[in-house]
């Protein structure tokens, strides 16, 4: 499709995806959604592509869901819209590739939500992070407020909910949001490094990997080892046990396309 609001830049087998909506604050519309739908469709087929990095043009990595569309929603359109957006965002926490945040500043509302869809949240000192719907006598709608407390805790979440206070990258960086802060000029460079680290790694298993969190942590500790026993067992017999031989011989493995 011909994409209005998201660019693609291929670099060392990473795509990076940049949001364009810079007069706008990168603001999520149902064009966002429609957009990414695609794009995550065209890079799950292509088999160049290793992992994502997801980062915004301007000020804004996205400082909220667009208002001036959802001003007029009814109460049908409204629970479609955050549909959408939750489809689009677990379509992300779900992708078999690793997906980056390089968070270049607002990620507020949608912003914040898109951010902590991602598997690692990078951010540059000038980031800042909220959820401020309650300012608006609404609350998120895009699963925020099911991310939020199993990524920073109950308690985080809530006083940044209930709140609406929007903090700093530090501080981000202390109740556990994002996993690094970083000067603004080396941000997408270390999203880079981080993700070749990553891509070094056995594809199976790192993309194994991602699976069985995800899953386990949405369900009982016992559920959760059974999940990882299963895929653990799948990884002999291939990746693993040539990972295992490479060590053994005190050689660099030869891993084999996903």
């Known amino acids: 499709m011909d994409y209005e609001i998201l660019k693609l830049e291929v670099k060392d087998n990473i795509g990076m995806i940049q949001i364009s909506r810079p007069d706008a604050m990168n603001a999520l519309n149902s064009r966002f959604f429609i957009e990414m739908n695609s794009m995550l469709k065209e890079l799950k087929g292509n088999a160049e592509i290793k992992g994502v990095i997801i980062s915004g043009e301007g000020k804004a990595f996205v400082a ?3 208002i001036a569309e959802m001003v007029n929603m009814d109460e049908a359109a409204a629970i479609k819209f955050s549909k959408d957006g ?12 690793p997906v980056i945040a390089a968070v270049n500043g607002f990620a507020l509302g949608g912003g914040c939500e898109l951010a902590m869809a991602c598997d690692i949240r990078i951010a540059g000192v000038k ?10 006598g609404l609350i998120p709608g895009f699963a925020g407020t099911q991310r939020l407390p199993r990524q920073v805790g109950l308690g985080n979440a809530l006083h940044l909910l209930m709140t609406a206070d929007m903090i700093k990258a530090d501080e981000a960086l202390r109740i556990g949001l994002v996993q690094m802060v970083v000067e603004q ?13 990553i891509l ?14 995800r899953k386990g942590i949405e369900t009982d500790i016992e559920s959760g080892s059974e999940i990882e026993a299963g895929g653990f067992g799948t990884l002999f017999g291939n990746e693993g ?9 005190k050689r660099a493995p030869e891993w084999e396309e996903k």
Not at 200 to 213: E, I, Q
């Open 200 to 213: 070094m790694k056995g594809p199976k298993a790192v993309s194994l990997l991602k699976s069985v969190v």
């Open 64 to 66: 909220g869901a667009d």
């Open 127 to 136: 980031a800042k992070f909220g959820q401020p719907e309650v300012n608006l």
């Open 185 to 197: 000029e080396d941000l997408i460079n270390t999203a880079l490094e981080i993700m070749k680290k």
């Open 241 to 249: 046990t040539e990972g295992m031989k490479a060590f053994l011989e």
């Open 86 to 97: 939750q489809k689009t965002f677990r379509d992300i926490e779900l992708f078999a590739k």
